[in-house]
C-alpha cells in the first residue's frame, strides 16, 4: 500500500518547503506538487503539519543484561514506544563481557533485536584486548555492516576499557575506518569516591551524583579526546552531562580535531535536585549515568547544542521498573543505572527548543536524525527527505500538546523522568520504510518488521587523516 502525504511543509536539515511526499515499496518515490498516485494510494492529510524525517535515536540499551538484571524494555517494546514519539531507527549496544567472543555477543543481540518493529543497528562495546577482539572488529566492519566500536571509561570490574585497551581500540578504528565512542567518566574515580560515601553512611540515591562529580566525566572526556588526538582518529563522546566535558569537546573541535558529542534529553532538562528527594523509589528512578546535573549545566548544554559543539540528540534509553532499582535500597551503587526517554525526545527536543527560540525547525531536524545518519554514515538513505531514502517520516504538530506520564507512554517501565510535564509538539503520524506504525495516537506496530541497518566504514574521512599521519610520519634521524 503506497502513501500519499498531502499539503505538509516538508522540513529538512537544511531547508523547509512545501510539497507533497509519495512513498512506496518502503522508499521515498516522489516529492512535489499534483503527483500521479495509484487509486488504492493512502492519503495522508498533513495540511498544517510538519513532514520530517524520522527520528534516529543513536543511544539505546533494549533488554540489556546489566547490573544483576536485565532493562524492563524489549526491542519489539521500545521501537514501538519509540514510533509513537516519532523516532524510527534506534542504534542499541552489543556490550560483550570482559572475555566473551565479540562475534558471539553480537549474534546473541542481532538475535534479540529481530524481534524490533522499526529499523536498528548497533555500536559495539570493547570491553577487554587480545588480537581475537582486533580480528573480530575487522570481521564486523568488512562483512556486517558495523562502523562504530563504544568504550566505557566507566564501570570498574564490570565492562571499564582501561587506557590500553581504548588505545588498541581506536588504533584498530583508525585502520578499519570505523568511528569510536566513548562513555566518559573515571571509572577509578568513581570506584573510590563510592567507596568513600558508603564510609560515610550515604548509602541512598543522593550517594550516586556525589560519586561521580562533573570533574570525573571531564577528566575522561578529555582524556579520551586527547588520546584520539595523538592517534589522529576521530571519536565520539556519548551523553555529555556536563560543562567540564563540553568545554574538553569545544576546546578540540576549535583546534580542528574531529570530535562529536551527543548529549540526552534527560541531561537537558532534568537537574540533581532529583537526588535528593525523599521517596527513595522517585530518587533511585533517576540513576543513570552519567548523572543528571546541577541546573548551570543544563543551560550549558544547549549552549552546546546551538553553537553546533554537540551535534546529536538522544535517549540512552535503558528501563529499570522500581522492584528491579530496589537492588540499591541500602547501597546506592547497587542500583541498575538506566532511565528511558525514547518516546518524549522528540517532543522534549521541539518544546524545550524550537517553542522556546533555541533551535529552528530545522536545526531540530539536524539533531534528532540527520546528524546521526551523517556522523554513522547511513545518510541520505536514513535521516532525509529526498527520493530514494527510506520512507521513514514523522508528520509532526509542531502547535499540539500532551502531557507525559508513564499512566499513558508506551514505554515498559513504571516512571518517567518526564512526568506530568506537558509538551508541545507531537508525533500525529510515524512511517517506517512506508508502513504507517503509529497514527492519531494509535500504534500500527508488527513485532519483526523492523530491518538491521548496515553502516559501511568510513572512507573520506579517514583517508584523508591517514593522509595528514603521513605528511607527519616520524622519520629516524641519519646519525651515520
Ligand atoms: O552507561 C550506559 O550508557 C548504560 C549502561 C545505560 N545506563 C546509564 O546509566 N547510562
Ligand atoms: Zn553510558
Ligand atoms: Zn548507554
Known sequence: MSIL????????????????????????????????????????????????????????????????TVA?????????AAAAGGTTMIIDFVIPNPQQPIMEAYNQWMEWAEKSATDYSFHVAITWWDDSVA????????E??????????????AIMAEDETLIHSFSRCLELGAMPTVHAENGDLVYHLQKQMLAKGITGPEGHP????????????????????????????????????????????????????EVLAGHLEIDDSVYRNPDFEFAAAHVMSPPF?????????????????????????????????????????????????VEDRLSILWDSGVVTGRLTPNEFVAVTSTNSAKIFNIYPQKGSISVGADADIVI?????????????????????????????????????????????????????SGQYVK??????????????????????VDRS
Not at 532499582?325 to 543505572?337: H, Q, V, Y
Open 5 to 68: 502525504i498531502k499539503g505538509g511543509t516538508v522540513v529538512t536539515a537544511d531547508q523547509s518547503y512545501q510539497a507533497d511526499v509519495y512513498c512506496d515499496k518502503g522508499i521515498i518515490q516522489a516529492i512535489g506538487e499534483n503527483i500521479e498516485v495509484p487509486s488504492d494510494c493512502q492519503v495522508i492529510d498533513a495540511k498544517e503539519l510538519l513532514v520530517m524525517p524520522g527520528g534516529i535515536d543513536p543511544h539505546t540499551h533494549m533488554q540489556l543484561p546489566f547490573m544483576g
Open 72 to 80: 524492563s524494555e524489549d526491542f519489539f517494546t521500545g521501537t514501538s
Open 135 to 142: 580480528k573480530d572488529m575487522g570481521t564486523l566492519v568488512n
Open 144 to 157: 556486517h555492516g558495523v562502523n562504530s566500536f563504544k568504550h566505557f571509561m566507566a564501570y570498574k570490574n
Open 210 to 261: 556525589l560519586s561521580r562529580p562533573t570533574e570525573v566525566e571531564g577528566e575522561a572526556a578529555n582524556r579520551a579526546i586527547r588520546i584520539a588526538q595523538a592517534l589522529n582518529v576521530p571519536i565520539y563522546a556519548v551523553h555529555v552531562s556536563c560543562e567540564e566535558s563540553l568545554q574538553a569537546i569545544t576546546r578540540a573541535r576549535s583546534e580542528g580535531q574531529r570530535v562529536y558529542g
Open 293 to 341: 546535573r546541577p541546573k548551570k549545566h543544563q543551560e550549558a548544554l544547549w549552549r552546546g547544542l546551538q553553537s553546533g559543539n554537540l551535534q546529536t540528540t538522544a535517549t540512552d534509553h535503558c528501563c529499570f521498573c522500581a522492584d528491579q532499582k530496589a537492588a540499591g535500597k541500602d547501597d546506592f551503587s547497587l542500583i541498575p543505572n538506566g532511565t528511558a526517554g
Open 396 to 448: 509532526w504538530d509542531g502547535k499540539g500538546k500532551r502531557t507525559i506520564s508513564a499512566k499513558t507512554h508506551h514505554q515498559n517501565i513504571d516512571f518517567n523522568i518526564f512526568e506530568g510535564r506537558t509538551v508541545q509538539g507531537i508525533a500525529m503520524h510515524t512511517i517506517s520504510r512506508g508502513k504507517l506504525v503509529w497514527t492519531m495516537g494509535k500504534l500500527n506496530t508488527v513485532k519483526g
Open 455 to 476: 553502516r559501511p566504514a568510513f572512507s573520506g574521512d579517514f583517508d584523508a587523516m591517514k593522509k595528514r599521519a603521513a605528511l607527519y610520519e616520524p622519520k629516524p
